[in-house]
């Protein structure tokens, strides 16, 4: 289901670019023969179902991966940017018993206990010649429900879990995309986010390859490197997390020429700051349009368009997907009241691997998906996210969400960004703390940081504590880890 749009994209523009990266680029024909070949690899090296690719953002990830699918089997993409010990783990979970990945991965590789087979050492050229020769066989009949990637989390939330995407999870949310957006083969991709995420798997691979529209990988974010990208490429899509865009604004050389290409910047993954988008929009001319979404759905739950988006709000659902609150005794809250958001639809993912507790944890027998973050949605369907449900912080029994009072502290003008999280206090229960990073050249106090939140919040939600840092620990993605803020307490 997902290898067949790729074949249909090659006989309808075979000669146009469809992948391309700092050191090659592949027509659609060429990049159906690189799939075909690793085709051939996968089922030469392994006769398990789970396929493990180790591999940067790069043409050969996507041949990897539709190869992997041609063969019928499931990828699992492996997160390059964990610790040995933390990758070992997942590929013992996996059930892997082969990874295709590059000799700069050696080291990290070598943790694990399987196969490892190296690109560089397959005679790749040699066997896209002979691919002209051979039989391509049509893509393998699969069920609908069957499992297309093993996806792992990033561990935001603890212990990383396989998310099951299955062929309809990912066809349907591809399908929506598209729809939603408005896009079209015409439009340029940067693929800037890592392709071990569920975010730049759907949105800068399997829906560029739908629409047969060109796509160009930076294995690694680079500010400067993007820009000039952006630039080069002509680039009409970029989808990064919020502190990348922040990022992006400390490039001083950056003008707003450089993005005058760009039709749609779209923000996932994390809250993005008001100061950041505003500084764009104000800098460069560029409109940052907020997503939401999650491995467990494919990923995209809701996105802004340039003709629907609200301030302060993730945009409203993609076609087929419903998101609604609900309070903790499970009754549907109405309009922008706050509660836990659950999201249902095609896209919803079929569970966690080996883990029916945890599933059932999370997936309700009308097929909702809890998402454990707290939110509301209003009359029209625009979606605000308040904070994670676990990390709201209780007061004296009043509810705190954390996403208030990191908004009022990045309204500061010297404030970059901002996260809050709970400390026990014996008098309240909690009390909120606040790390924060400032711009860079800006000065500012503890003192000064608590006064500018306490005239935006009520009291008992301004931090007990600001504390000021260079940097706040960050997940793979770059996105800010909570739970180990607390070890910084």
Request: net charge neutral; charged share 25%.
């Amino acid at each position: 289901m997902l290898v067949e749009p790729l074949l249909e994209s090659a006989k309808r523009r075979g000669n146009e670019v469809a992948v391309a990266d700092p050191t090659r680029s592949l027509t659609y024909k060429e990049l159906v023969r690189l799939a075909d070949v690793m085709r051939r690899q996968v089922i030469r090296a392994t006769r398990r179902q789970n396929v493990g690719i180790l591999l940067p953002s790069t043409t050969v990830f996507a041949g990897t991966f539709f190869g992997t699918l041609w063969a019928g089997r499931t990828v699992v993409p492996l997160n390059f940017l964990l610790q040995p010990k933390e990758l070992a783990q997942v590929v013992e979970d996996a059930d892997i018993d082969v990874i295709f990945t590059i000799r700069h991965f050696e080291e990290l590789a070598s943790a694990t206990k399987v196969r490892k087979i190296y690109i560089e050492d397959l005679p790749l050229k040699r066997e896209m010649l002979l691919s002209y020769l051979r039989f391509r066989p049509a893509p393998p009949t699969v069920n609908s429900n069957d499992t297309a990637v093993l996806l792992y989390t990033s561990g935001t939330s603890g212990t990383p879990k396989g998310v099951l995407q299955t062929h309809r999870n990912l066809k349907s949310n591809v399908d929506a995309c598209i729809e939603a957006a408005k896009l079209t083969g015409e439009h340029h991709f940067l693929g800037v986010l890592p392709l071990f995420h569920s975010f730049g798997i759907t949105t800068m691979m399997l829906v560029p390859s739908k629409l047969g529209a060109r796509v160009y990988y930076l294995p690694k974010f680079n500010p400067n490197l993007v820009i000039r990208t952006i630039r080069e490429q002509k680039s009409t899509i970029v989808m990064i997390i919020a502190s990348m865009y922040t990022a992006l604004l400390r490039s001083k050389s950056a003008k707003a020429e450089d993005f005058a290409s760009l039709k749609y910047a779209i923000s996932g993954g994390e809250a993005l700051s008001p100061v950041t988008s505003e500084a764009f929009r104000e800098r460069f001319n560029v409109e940052i349009l907020q997503g939401y979404g999650m491995s467990e759905a494919a990923p995209v739950v809701s996105l802004s368009m340039p003709w629907a988006q609200r301030p302060g709000k993730v945009g409203q659902p993609i076609p087929g997907v419903t998101i609604c609150a609900f309070d903790d005794n499970g009754v549907e809250l109405g309009a922008n009241e706050i509660g836990e958001l659950w999201v249902r639809g095609p896209n919803v993912m079929a569970g966690y691997y080996k883990k029916p507790e945890e599933t059932a944890a999370v997936l309700t027998p009308e097929g909702w998906y809890k998402t454990g973050d707290m939110g509301c949605v209003d009359s029209e369907g625009f979606i605000q996210i308040t904070g994670r449900k676990k990390e709201m912080i209780i007061v004296g029994g009043e509810n705190v969400y954390p996403r208030e009072i990191e908004s009022a502290l990045e309204a500061h003008a010297a404030v970059n960004e901002a996260a809050v999280i709970g400390q026990p206090d014996p008098s309240r229960g909690e009390t909120p703390v606040a790390f924060v990073t400032l711009l860079e050249g800006a000065e500012t106090t503890e003192t000064e940081l608590r006064e500018f939140c306490r005239e935006r919040v009520a009291g008992y939600k301004v931090p007990r504590r600001v504390i000021i840092s260079n940097d706040l620990p960050r997940g793979p993605t770059g996105k800010i880890l909570k739970r180990e803020l607390n070890k910084l307490l």
